[in-house]
């Protein structure tokens, strides 16, 4: 069983900011097999990114991903109010790491 | 549009029973797989059930395991979760998810998610 880390667990950060979110994994995810979500307070989750850097359908470009093995980042440009929620990533075929909630200042 | 409306949640006792449901729309519904999730309050998310396009193949999390069952009727676009034996810790946020499509694998990540039906296990 893969176990997933995430860090940092909150991030505060000024509109326009750029935000860095780690996603380990305990062992290797095959070929970028990971996923991104965000939840925006009081919403369902919704899908970011698949395949460890391809965006979904209607995400904005300032959310990209990377990463390949154990060790996955999500990336947000430039940091808007609507934002602010929580984050998990999932390996395929897995459940969801803790998730990273993101506010601002 | 990809829609997913679940419903039959509630306020159930421990030991009871509750069947939730999902209507799909928006997509040819019998190509595709479909899981349940759910959410605790103030929780992370936990996947707690899978069944491929045709229904043959089903996962379950170890925590549901002999007590939930997920079905579909490709006929009506429907997706279920049969859950019994209730308990507290069952309590939670549902939400019903399409899987998406890689090649060779059917348990991949989640593409469109229902808003979510609030089962409350209490007496």
């Given amino acids: ?105 | 549009e990809v829609q997913l409306l679940e419903s039959g949640g509630g306020l159930v006792q421990p030991g009871g029973s509750l069947r939730l449901s999902c209507e799909a729309s928006g997509f040819t519904f019998a190509d595709k797989a479909m899981s349940w999730v759910r959410q605790a309050p103030g929780k992370g998310l936990e996947w707690v059930a899978a069944i491929t396009w045709s229904g043959v193949t089903t996962y379950y999390a170890d925590s549901v395991e002999g007590r939930f069952t997920i079905s579909r009727d490709n006929s009506d676009s429907a997706v279920y979760l049969q859950m019994t034996s209730l308990r507290a810790d069952d309590t939670a946020i549902y939400y019903c998810a399409r899987l998406g499509a890689v090649s060779g694998h059917w348990m991949v990540f989640f593409d469109y998610w229902g808003h979510g039906a609030l089962v409350t296990v209490s007496s």
């Fill in chain 1, 1 to 105: 069983e893969i176990v997933l880390t995430q860090s940092p667990g909150t991030l505060s950060l000024s509109p326009g900011e750029r935000a860095t979110l780690s996603c380990r994994a305990s062992q290797s995810v095959s070929s970028g097999y990971l996923a991104w979500y965000q939840q925006k307070p009081g919403q369902a989750p919704r899908l970011l990114i698949y395949g460890a850097s391809n965006r979904a359908t209607g995400i904005p470009d300032r959310f990209s991903g990377s990463g390949s093995g154990t060790d996955f980042t999500l990336t947000i440009r430039r940091l808007e109010p609507e934002d602010v929620g929580v984050y998990y990533c999932q390996p395929y075929g897995a459940s969801f790491g803790p998730g990273t909630k993101v506010d601002l200042k």
